[in-house]
């Protein structure tokens, strides 16, 4: 999306999309686990047993968490610069 000259201040630069790794983190986590479950739902053998898979997923949602944490400040400045315009 272009900014035109009409819409943003003279002395404001033009906002840049900026990367923020929040969301394909979660989604490669979610994925990550839908795998697991579909390859145990497949299989005639646990690949993951529950003592182990509960603490995994806790940890994974945990990390999750402080991804999106860590990058809030990007999505709190791209949220401000678009509602700028």
Known sequence: ????????????PPARRRFDPAGPVTG??????AGL??????????????????PLVLIGLGLVGAVRIATR???????RDLRQK
Do not use: H, S, Y
């Open 73 to 79: 400040g990007r999505r709190r400045d791209r949220d």
């Open 1 to 12: 999306m272009t900014d035109r000259p009409a819409d943003r201040p003279a002395d404001r």
């Open 28 to 33: 490669l986590f979610f994925l990550a686990l």
């Open 37 to 54: 479950f579909l390859a145990e739902g497949v299989t005639a053998e646990r690949l993951l047993n529950p003592v182990v898979a509960v």
